[in-house]
C-alpha cells in the first residue's frame, strides 16, 4: 500500500531536527538550505517509490516515459560538463542548474512539437 500519512510526518520530522542541528552546528544558511532541501527530497522520493502504481498511474508514467527521464538526465550531465570544459567554469552547481534549464527548454519544446497520438480503437 505505502507509507502511511503519520510515518510520512515522522520523517519529516526528522527532516526538521536534522536540519535544525545543522543549522545550530555550522551557523551556515547554505549548508542549512541544502540540507534541508536533500532530506525533503528523498523523504518525497520515499514516498513515491512506497506508492509506486498510484504515483505511476497519476503521473502516467510508463517504460518509455522513465526512458525518457533517464536521457534527459544524462544529456543535461554531459552538457553541464562540456560547458565547463569549454568555458572553464568551477562553478558546479551553477552550470548544471542552467544545463537543467537549457536542455529543459529545448527538450519542452520538442515534446510540444510532437503530434499526440490517441488510439480510438
Known amino acids: ?13 526528522a527532516v526538521l531536527v536534522a536540519t535544525i542541528l545543522v543549522a545550530f552546528t555550522t551557523r551556515d544558511a547554505f549548508s542549512t538550505a541544502w540540507t534541508v532541501i536533500a532530506l525533503s527530497t528523498l523523504v518525497g522520493f520515499i514516498w513515491a517509490v512506497s506508492n509506486k502504481d498510484a504515483t505511476f498511474t497519476y503521473l502516467g508514467l510508463n517504460s518509455y516515459g522513465i526512458l525518457s527521464v533517464l536521457v534527459f538526465v ?36 520538442i515534446e510540444m512539437m510532437e503530434p499526440t497520438v490517441t488510439n480510438d480503437n
Not at 1 to 13: E, K
Not at 89 to 104: K, N
Open 1 to 13: 500500500m505505502g507509507l502511511s500519512f503519520t510515518a510520512v510526518q515522522r520523517l519529516m520530522t
Open 74 to 109: 544524462v544529456v543535461s550531465i554531459i552538457f553541464a560538463e562540456w560547458c565547463m570544459t569549454m568555458w572553464g567554469t568551477e562553478s558546479r552547481v551553477g552550470t548544471y542548474g542552467l544545463s537543467l534549464v537549457t536542455v529543459g527548454t529545448f527538450w519542452w519544446t
